[in-house]
């Protein structure tokens, strides 16, 4: 079954430790990108990446890190959260050009 | 990406078809109009996307304003299961590098049983 996956599904954890969501995709496609979802503020991306080791900044990167070693794989690494990182946060996938995006079930994160 | 407008929220009887409107008067000639929904504790789901001519898939139908100003989903025979946030998004074909969706609010569609 092609799928997007994401781990963990919840998170709660303290300010400023380490983690890490996983990403990943069994279709093959070059094109994958993080989004956070908040109340009000619909979906924003985070980072994005066209192929391996080909990886750019969306429009909310900051307090964000990713590497793409990989094309299956996708982490997203918050190096030192913060509160105003608790949010929701999907990962997508797809070949590149106009066709349709996968999205993973979510991850909700929360810092306290 | 040029701004999509669309009803905050619609309801609709089960197994009767919806019509969910989007208007996009300031589309440009190669933007692509998308759809996408979102159910309850779900990541968005890809509904179906056209260019100029009406596209029908399993899920749904888009009919495309002849002047591309605005477009219409449809889904056939609403099920309990269509109960989501639609969300309706132009895209620029001319644009290979980032594939971000622009999501905006949506429309909250329910269906009444």
């Known amino acids: 079954e092609a799928q997007v996956t994401q781990n963990p599904r919840y998170l709660i954890t303290v300010t400023g430790k380490k983690l890490t969501v996983t990403c990943s995709q069994n279709?093959?496609?070059?094109?994958m990108s993080w989004y956070r979802q908040d109340p009000g503020l619909g979906l924003r991306q985070i980072y994005y990446?066209?192929?391996?080791?080909?990886?750019d900044k969306g429009d909310v990167p900051e307090g964000y890190k990713v590497s793409r070693k990989e094309k299956r794989n996708f982490p997203l690494i918050l190096e030192s959260p913060s509160p105003n990182q608790t949010s929701l946060y999907f990962c997508a996938s797809s070949f590149t050009g106009m066709g349709e995006q996968y999205f993973g079930p979510g991850t909700r994160l929360t810092v306290t | 990406d040029a701004k999509t407008t669309q009803p905050n929220s619609m309801e609709s009887n089960e197994e009767e078809p919806v019509h969910l409107p989007c208007n996009h008067s300031t589309i440009s000639g190669t933007d692509y109009i998308h759809w996408y929904r979102q159910l309850p504790s779900q990541g968005p789901e890809y509904v179906i996307h056209g260019l100029t001519s009406n596209v029908n898939n399993r899920m749904a139908s888009l009919a495309i304003a002849e002047d591309r100003k605005s477009s219409t989903l449809i889904l056939h025979r609403a099920t309990l299961r269509d109960a989501a946030v639609y969300y309706c998004i132009l895209r620029d074909g001319l644009d290979f590098g980032n594939e971000k969706l622009t999501f905006g609010t949506g429309t909250r569609l329910t269906i009444i049983p």
């Open positions: 990446s066209m192929n391996v080791e080909v990886t």
């Open positions: 279709m093959n496609h070059e094109y």
